[in-house]
């Protein structure tokens, strides 16, 4: 069993103040597989202080200076990448390909995406006699979740450290392992002290000091709705800038001209990829009546080929990430049948021969009304809800009869019906036609979806301030 019982703050490796402890343990065995030392206000102030020391000379870094610092990251990164993907399937349970690919293999993604954007980005313009400057904003707090651990790290930290700003990071407690070898990489690269810090530990202990901090310039937070409204009230009275990537509940509309054996089938992996565990995953399938059946008949057959089973076992998913995400799981499961929709595939209990991990048998439920629990609640596993629809207008008011919007979908052959679908969509990311992903494509959501955006050029205006300049010309 590995212990991690110190923290990464000023460019060095330190005790904690407290001697609390927490297992990590993994959902495929249910056994400890690591042991964290939970950190506390104390280790937040100090980290911030060392943030804030650093801020004053790594603000000033010139461009090519920046570059060259994420240059080095990624080529650590890369160095430690099979590290970073067993440690992702051990402390979340993501099948080995999933972890191998898409969980490291996005990380890495948004590292190279900050150095493009970077090179090219326009940190000043001249407006007239008026200079406008993007300045960093200062010290970064940075909370991240566990069901996408370096995509949802390095799609802040990687701006963050382009734009200048300084990093106070706290990763999930369930899932800190594949954080632990990050804070590893950025030592081997030679990021200055204090500019990265990691401090581990839970939403209380930790999160909540770094989001009323005095001297955090800016939160960032991603995870559920109900934690992202506690960041934004902690945060509140430094008037400090918040940025939040929340909960989701995304329609996924399949038009009447679709070709339904791609676009269902394609819906139901969407949703079981990680089982489950993504907060745009397309939860909401609409399906026009005159079609019902043959969706049906599509999804059962989709869902009933997906295999599930422990990460190394070549199984499409994994289990969920705890005893408690499990149990909500199958709670919405059961009250989605209590208030009347139909079990099409999948259901209550775990799968048969899997007694042992947190695993769930890959669930559709049909026959839901959009005023069903199941509809309404984010669930965060491997359950799909269909509801059927009579006309495109009902479909798209549907879709929109949400608090969320972080994503949509839709598919379809007409483009012109397509194109006028997506753009009444309330969210803040529309897939059509089962497009690949775009790290370049800004990422968050409507309403509470949160607010902000994640990923590429847009990112980097997040971590920003803008002075304006009056006079700089004549001056000149």
């Not at 994994?318 to 799981?329: D, F, I, M, N």
């Not at 089962?434 to 790290?439: K, R, V």
């Not at 949160?450 to 050029?457: A, Q, S, V």
Request: one cysteine or more.
């Amino acid at each position: 069993m590995r212990e991690h019982l110190k923290f990464y703050i000023d460019g060095a490796w330190v005790e904690p103040v407290s001697v609390r402890t927490l297992d990590v343990i993994n959902p495929a065995t249910e056994r400890t597989i690591a042991r964290i030392a939970m950190g506390s206000a104390a280790e937040v102030d100090r980290a911030v202080l060392a943030a804030q020391r650093a801020f004053d000379s790594f603000s000033r870094t010139t461009v090519a200076e920046r570059a060259a610092l994420l240059e080095r990251i990624i080529a650590e990164y890369t160095r430690r990448y099979a590290d970073i993907a067993t440690a992702v399937s051990e402390e979340m349970g993501a099948p080995t390909a999933l972890a191998q690919t898409a969980q490291a293999g996005s990380g890495l993604g948004h590292l190279k995406t900050a150095l493009a954007v970077l090179r090219n980005y326009p940190f000043e313009e001249q407006r007239g006699s008026t200079r406008l400057v993007k300045e960093p904003i200062g010290v970064c707090a940075l909370i991240t979740p566990w069901n996408w651990p370096m995509n949802q790290v390095l799609c802040k930290v990687a701006p963050a450290l382009a734009t200048g700003c300084t990093i106070v990071l706290k990763p999930s407690e369930l899932a800190p392992l594949s954080a632990q070898i990050l804070a590893e990489v950025m030592d081997a690269a030679g990021v200055p002290a204090g500019v990265f810090n990691l401090v581990n530990g839970d939403g209380p202990g930790v999160g909540a000091p770094m989001a009323s901090h005095p001297d955090v310039d800016l939160v960032s937070f991603t995870g559920s709705t109900r934690a992202g409204i506690a960041v934004a009230q902690a945060a509140a009275p430094t008037v400090k800038r918040v940025h939040q990537e929340l909960g989701g509940k995304s329609p996924n509309i399949i038009l009447t001209d679709a070709d339904f054996s791609q676009a269902v089938a394609a819906g139901v992996k969407a949703v079981m990829n990680n089982t489950g565990q993504s907060c745009n995953a397309p939860t909401r399938m609409l399906v026009p009546h005159s079609r019902m059946a043959e969706a049906l008949a599509v999804a059962k057959a989709t869902v009933e080929a997906i295999t599930v089973g422990a990460p190394g076992s070549g199984a499409a998913m994994g289990p969920v990430v705890s005893a408690t995400q499990w149990l909500k799981v199958q709670t919405l499961i059961e009250q989605g049948l209590a208030e009347g929709a139909t079990l099409l595939a999948g259901g209550p209990g775990k799968p048969q021969g899997l007694e042992v991990g947190h695993f769930v048998k890959p669930t559709v439920l049909c026959g839901v009304t959009n005023q069903m629990t199941v509809a309404r609640e984010e669930i965060f596993g491997p359950v799909l809800v269909i509801i059927g629809y009579d006309t495109v207008d009902e479909a798209i008011a549907i879709a929109n009869d949400t608090p969320y919007g972080l994503a949509a979908y839709v598919s379809g052959t007409d483009r012109v019906v397509v194109d006028s679908v997506a753009s009444r969509l309330r969210a803040g990311m529309v897939n059509i036609n089962s497009a690949p992903p775009d790290l370049m494509a800004p990422f968050g959501g409507y309403k509470q979806s949160g607010n902000g955006r994640e990923w590429g050029d847009v990112a980097f205006g997040e971590f920003l301030e803008i002075k304006s300049l009056l006079g700089f010309a004549s001056a000149a």
